[in-house]
C-alpha cells in the first residue's frame, strides 16, 4: 500500500501545477484588515479599494492626460470602451443615472384591469 500524501505531492508536481508561494513580510497578498464583517463594510473597503491608484502589471502607476488614473476611472474607461452591452449600460447609468422603467398594467385589449372576487361570481 502506498502513501497517499506522497502520491498526491507526486502528481501535483507531474502535472506542472505549481505548489503555492508562502507569504513572507510586507507581501501584499496579506489581507491586514480580514474578512469583512458586514455589507457595509465591503462596500467601504471596496470604496478604498476604488481610489487607490491604478497599476500596470509592472507595478507602475498608470498615468492618463497628465493625472494619475484610480481603479474606478480604469473600471469606467473599461466600460466606456467595452464591446459588450452590458458594461456599456452600467456605464451610462454610473454617468447619467438609470433609465425610469415605467410599468402599466391594463386589462383585456387595453381596458381597465378587472378584479373578481370568489362571491362575485
Given amino acids: 500500500m ?3 500524501s506522497s502520491n498526491t505531492a507526486q502528481n501535483s508536481e507531474t502535472k506542472g501545477k ?13 489581507n491586514r484588515n480580514g474578512r469583512p464583517k458586514s455589507f457595509d463594510a465591503l462596500r467601504e473597503l471596496a470604496q478604498a479599494i476604488s481610489h487607490e491608484k491604478a497599476q500596470t502589471k509592472d507595478g507602475e502607476t498608470v498615468v492618463i492626460n497628465g493625472h494619475s488614473a484610480t481603479v474606478a476611472e480604469m473600471i469606467l474607461r473599461q466600460w466606456a470602451t467595452s464591446k459588450n452591452p452590458r458594461f456599456q449600460q452600467a456605464f451610462i447609468e454610473v454617468a447619467f443615472g438609470k433609465v425610469p422603467v415605467r410599468t402599466e398594467l391594463t386589462g383585456k385589449d387595453g381596458g381597465p384591469v378587472v378584479i373578481r372576487w370568489p362571491e362575485d361570481t
Fill in 2 to 4: 502506498t502513501d497517499d
Fill in 18 to 30: 505549481p505548489r503555492g508561494k508562502p507569504f513572507v513580510k510586507g507581501d501584499p497578498r496579506i
